[in-house]
């Protein structure tokens, strides 16, 4: 299982960013994935998961509902979290995982930090 995060940056307080997760070494489209962070000093949560059914339903943690989409292109074994609205409490590094709610395997993550 590989699984490579991007698109993370600095942004101010209101600003967009969409994040991109290419999977490889399994078979994407059986698997749900999920979106997990950490910030600085504090434990891994939970952001976003999408199944394989029904065309992908998604979930949202209750910190995020609203503000962020999570999709998934199968033919391109690759997930995406678009987020808007972003707020310095969304600064974090962000990692993509294979299952649903799950945060292991993971990647490496990519930092995402919002200025106030």
């Known amino acids: 299982v590989q699984l490579v995060e991007s698109g993370g940056g600095l942004v101010q307080r209101g600003g967009s960013l969409r994040l991109s997760c290419a999977a490889s070494g399994f078979t994407f489209a059986n698997d749900a994935m999920t979106w997990v962070r950490q910030a600085p000093g504090k434990a891994l949560e939970w952001v976003s998961s999408?199944?394989?059914?029904?065309?992908?339903?998604?979930y949202y943690s209750d910190s995020v509902k609203g503000r962020v989409t999570i999709s998934r292109d199968n033919t391109k074994n690759m997930l995406y979290l678009k987020m808007n609205s972003l707020k310095p409490e969304d600064t974090a590094v962000y990692y993509c995982s294979k299952g649903l709610k799950t945060n292991y395997p993971r990647g490496q993550g990519t930092q995402v930090t919002v200025s106030s």
């Open positions: 999408v199944t394989l059914i029904g065309g992908g339903i998604p």
